[in-house]
Every structure is written in structure tokens, then in C-alpha cells.
């Protein structure tokens, strides 16, 4: 498929730039999310979203703010809507997943801007924000980061923390290319991320590229959890990350899953690997958004 893309795009780069390629979410509808689960849509400004409940979190004052993967351009609340009811059932948290803009109809910057009505939204309902994780996996990860960083520009409270599955960070090829020195990603060829980077990103080299997360002033931020599989062209983008938030303070805990696939945790209903890893992530926004008891008197 990358190859006929490359062909495309030299011939006939508009074609492109026109194509919807999130149709793929759209099947996916009928993947259930956990029993009891309540599914309610919601009107963003500018993309839709939907709250994710699972049975014992409907009184719950705690909010995980959730983007898809999408390797830019697809997938979307379908998709994940099984995992991030798996994510309310295991935290005991309200989800609130929210379907951002996709290249190539809209900018990376779009999606980000998503997210901070996203973010928005879920606190003029009263959550506070210390009771609010943003979570993300591949390039919602960079969603999630960037969403962080706009509340912090924009003078809003900032989440309590972040929890960031095999995330894109950075715009820096060499990165991804180094990780697959000893290791295949059977999940995505260097050449596929390069391409759905090089023309959808910077639109053929005519936009300029975004600031990613790896490349922005990181003060200020909640903590981080960050979750990589050793054989995924992104582990090298989260180890980066983890590098930039130590150097501005930020707390960071990093879990590199050995031998794992590019997000490996969608598989948690048959692969206990991922169900561990998926109650690791539960572990920590729970330590980040349970109130601390307070001394009787």
C-alpha cells in the first residue's frame, strides 16, 4: 500500500490531499465495548467525541481525556471504544473519547486544538483538573502531549498527569530508523511512517512541520507514564521523551515491554502481556487522581 501511495503522490499528489482515509473506523462500530459499559455521544466545537462509562465509574470524579492512534489519518472513536472502556473499568474513571481531526483534510495543529476543547469542555462540566488524566496512544500520544502543553500555554490548570502509549514525539526520522537497526516493526515499515509523514505532515515539504512534543519546553507538566514495546519503530521517539522531560523536571516512569508490537495494550482481551500493561496504566492514574485522606479531627 505504501508503494502505491508513493506513486500516487508523484503523480498525482491532490489525489491525496483529498482522500478521506478514516473510513476504516467506521466497521468497527459493531466491536462492543465491556458489558454495562454507557456509551453518550458529545458535540465538540469542531470533531465529535463521546463518553465511555463503565458501570462503577458513573459517580466517579475522575476523567480520562482519550485520542486514538490514527497514524495521522484514520481510525477514530470506533476503534478504541472497547479499550477505552477497558481503561474506565480498570481505573474506575469516566473516558471521554474524543474523535480529533485527521490529515489530510485538517493539520496536526487541528487535532491539538481538539483536544484543548476537549479539555475545555470536560472542566466547565465541573471536573477539576487534578482529577483529569490526558491518555493517548501512536500519534494520539502526540495528541495528548501537545494537549498538555496548549492548557499550560493558554493558562489553564494543567491535567494531573499523562499516560502515553508507544507515542509519536518527534519529527526526527533518524530516531525511527536507528530503533529498527536490530528489530523489525511488524506493524509499521520505516518507509509507511516516512511517507504518511512527509505528505500528509508537511503536505510534500510545502507546510512547515509542527513543534512535536520531544521538541517543545516541557516545564510545568504533570507527571508521565510511557509505555514501548523493544521491537516498535517508536521506541526511540519515547525514550527521547523521557530524555526531554527528566531535563525540565517533569516526573517521568518509563516501561519498555519486551519483544512487544506497536500498541500491543489494544489486545488486552487475549494477550496477558497487554492486560498487564493496561492495569499498569490503570495503577498510575489512579496514584495520580485518588484525593489524599484527610486526618479526622
Not at 158 to 177: E, R
Request: with cysteine; hydrophobic share 45%; proline share 7%.
Amino acid at each position: 500500500m505504501t508503494v502505491i501511495g508513493i506513486v500516487i503522490n508523484r503523480f498525482s499528489p491532490h489525489l491525496l490531499q483529498r482522500a478521506r482515509l478514516d473510513v476504516i473506523d467506521k466497521p468497527l462500530r459493531v466491536v462492543p465495548p465491556p458489558a454495562g459499559t454507557q456509551v453518550t455521544p458529545v458535540a465538540l466545537p469542531q470533531c465529535p467525541a463521546e463518553w465511555v462509562v463503565f458501570p462503577t465509574a458513573r459517580q466517579s470524579d475522575r476523567v480520562i481525556v482519550y485520542f486514538h492512534g490514527s497514524a495521522l489519518v484514520t481510525l477514530g472513536l470506533n476503534s478504541h471504544r472497547r479499550f477505552v472502556g477497558k481503561l474506565s473499568q480498570e481505573t474506575g474513571a469516566r473516558v471521554f473519547n474524543v474523535g480529533y481531526r485527521l490529515a489530510p483534510q485538517a493539520r496536526l495543529e487541528d487535532a491539538v486544538s481538539d483536544g484543548l476543547d476537549a479539555y475545555r469542555y470536560v472542566m466547565s462540566l465541573g471536573f477539576s483538573a487534578d482529577r483529569i488524566v490526558l491518555a493517548g496512544d501512536s500519534a494520539g500520544g502526540m495528541v495528548a502531549a501537545g494537549t498538555a502543553l496548549a492548557a499550560r500555554d493558554s493558562g489553564l490548570p494543567v491535567p494531573a498527569g499523562q499516560a502515553l502509549m508507544s507515542p509519536l514525539t518527534s519529527s526526527d526520522m533518524g530516531l525511527k530508523y536507528r530503533a529498527l537497526k536490530d528489530h523489525r516493526d511488524v506493524m509499521f515499515p520505516f518507509m509507511t511512517v516516512k511517507f504518511l509523514y512527509d505528505v500528509f505532515g508537511t503536505v510534500n515539504g510545502t507546510r512547515a512541520a509542527p513543534v512535536m512534543p520531544s521538541e517543545a519546553d516541557l516545564h510545568g507538566l504533570g507527571p508521565f507514564l510511557l509505555q514501548v514495546g523493544t521491537h516498535e519503530m517508536l521506541l526511540n521517539d519515547t525514550l527521547t521523551l523521557a530524555d526531554r522531560l527528566r531535563a525540565h523536571g517533569v516526573p517521568v516512569w518509563v516501561q519498555q515491554w519486551h519483544k512487544a508490537m506497536h500498541m500491543f495494550q489494544l489486545g488486552f482481551d487475549v494477550n496477558p502481556d497487554a492486560l498487564r500493561a493496561v492495569e499498569e496504566v490503570a495503577m498510575f492514574i489512579r496514584h495520580l487522581t485518588t484525593a489524599p485522606e484527610k486526618n479526622s479531627a
